[in-house]
T-cell receptor, first 114, second 111 residues
Framework: DAGVIQSPRHEVTEMGQEVTLRCKPI?????LFWYRQTMMRGLELLIY????????DSGMPEDRFSAKMPNASFSTLKIQPSEPRDSAVYFC????????????FGPGTRLTVT | QKEVEQNSGPLSVPEGAIASLNCTYS??????FFWYRQYSGKSPELIMS????GDKEDGRFTAQLNKASQYVSLLIRDSQPSDSATYLC???????????FGSGTKLNVKP
């Protein structure tokens, strides 16, 4: 079975540009999570969805960040405008609604903003 | 606060030894715990989950949960150089849907 799919795997952009990261969760999974990982701050939860509905976006750092889940098989995380401090690895993870509550991570998108 | 604490390491063990990784948590309501392994430049990979007090074994890995003392541990028997990675501990409080991750412990297994 395919795992969580993310694209692109690497993104290099200039400050001020819009960046869109994409995620396809594991088929049948009801929850989708977006994380950001940096050396300084570790793994941070940005937002999560249940059945395509955003449940908790308290981790979104500021209004420049937005996330959508238009259907059960696709989600986007958008940064507009991007800043150098947004450089990080962004992971998407998914899990089933019922237990076990194990989350499965995608390969991540390494974002570099210059 | 629902903090999960891990020693950042690095923890160095010789090949063939038992590596012991520990994690403490602050929320007594946490019911489920998860260990992830993350190689440098890769995504976290689920190793084990544990929901009940006691030990849970899977191959060379044993997870231990002690809810009274609020700690979780992961033992790796017969450590191999390929086990060298960062190990993340995560807790899931009852009634919540999001994990609380520790900062990870870096393990080095020396040949």
């Amino acid at each position: 079975d395919a795992g969580v799919i993310q694209s692109p795997r690497h993104e290099v952009t200039e400050m001020g540009q819009e960046v869109t990261l994409r995620c396809k969760p594991i088929s049948g999974h009801d929850y989708l999570f977006w994380y950001r990982q940096t050396m300084m701050r570790g793994l941070e939860l940005l937002i999560y969805f249940n059945n395509n509905v955003p449940i908790d976006d308290s981790g979104m750092p500021e209004d420049r960040f937005s996330a959508k889940m238009p259907n059960a098989s696709f989600s986007t995380l958008k940064i507009q405008p991007s800043e150098p401090r947004d450089s990080a690895v962004y992971f998407c993870a998914s899990r089933l609604r019922q237990g076990p509550y194990e989350q499965y991570f995608g390969p991540g998108t390494r974002l570099t903003v210059t | 606060q629902k903090e999960v604490e891990q020693n950042s390491g690095p923890l160095s063990v010789p090949e063939g030894a038992i590596a012991s990784l520990n994690c403490t948590y602050s929320d007594r309501g946490s019911q489920s715990f998860f260990w992830y392994r993350q190689y440098s430049g890769k995504s976290p990979e689920l190793i084990m989950s544990i929901y009940s007090n006691g030990d849970k074994e899977d191959g060379r890995f044993t997870a231990q949960l002690n809810k009274a003392s609020q700690y979780v541990s992961l033992l790796i028997r017969d450590s191999q150089p390929s086990d060298s990675a960062t190990y993340l501990c995560a807790g899931l409080p009852k009634g919540f849907n999001k994990f609380y991750f520790g900062s990870g412990t870096k393990l080095n297994v020396k040949p």
